[in-house]
């Protein structure tokens, strides 16, 4: 009777009202988040030569205009980092706050690859360079689709956030579903060609993250005009 109880009282929880400096951190991450989406479109128009069906976008850090994809991932970790400090009030389960670290961690990760360029993608593992090998870490630290959807549980059992609940874990299990698909792409023997579609599935991966935080940001900013 007693976890049945808890239960219901975390399902009701009344959520605090965003402070304005939450109100201003989400609209931060919105903000990153469709400034990332412009320069990424935009490097796919000024650097053709990357195949976007099996070239990484990290790639485009290599070409003239690498400053650009630079910018563009630390703009993806300040739309992660603003994110969680805007929720960070709203989150009242042990599976949201997971949710939070991951986050986190994935924001550093991101940081890290945007830090250190990545190799070309005919470098196999063998002959990966320092910066390569950062890259390839902070990389695989970035697992928003995982926290997205552990965020989305916890945010959904707050009343100011349910009438979100379809969105928000429909846009976290595309980003699940997408990771689990791009790393399926990966070649065992770390060797890529245009027979492998790890560019084109890590996109999707990429745009479906930005659009949850994009989604979160958005409700957030509401949440904190309304109060």
């Not at 000024?46 to 990290?58: A, G, K, N, V, Y």
């Not at 928000?168 to 980003?175: D, G, H, K, R």
Request: hydrophobic share 55%; charged share 10%; aromatic share 10%.
């Amino acid at each position: 009777m007693t976890d049945a109880s808890n239960s219901g009282s975390i399902s009701r929880y009344t959520a605090k009202p965003l402070t304005a400096t939450a109100s201003r951190f989400a609209l931060v991450a919105i903000f990153s988040g469709a400034l990332f989406v412009l320069i990424l479109i935009s490097l796919h128009l000024l650097q053709p030569e990357f195949d976007p069906t099996w070239r990484f976008i990290s790639e485009y850090a290599l070409g003239d205009y690498g400053w650009m994809m630079h910018m563009a991932f630390g703009l993806l970790a300040i739309a992660q980092i603003s994110v969680a400090i805007t929720i960070f009030p709203h989150i009242r389960t042990v599976s949201g706050y997971i949710g939070l670290v991951i986050l986190g961690i994935s924001a550093i990760g991101v940081l890290i690859a945007g830090i250190f360029v990545t190799d070309p993608i005919s470098v196999g593992p063998d002959d990966a360079t320092f910066s390569g090998s950062m890259h390839s870490i902070g990389a695989m630290l970035d697992y928003t689709p995982v926290a997205a959807l552990l965020i989305s549980l916890s945010l959904c059992r707050m009343d100011a956030w349910k009438p979100m609940k379809r969105v928000l874990l429909t846009s976290a299990v595309i980003a699940i579903v997408a990771m689990l698909v791009f790393v399926l792409q990966i070649p065992q023997n770390g060797q890529f060609g245009p027979e492998v579609l790890a560019g084109l599935f890590g996109r999707i991966l990429i745009l479906a993250d930005i659009a949850w935080l994009i989604i979160v940001g958005i409700h957030a900013a509401k949440l904190g005009a309304t109060k």
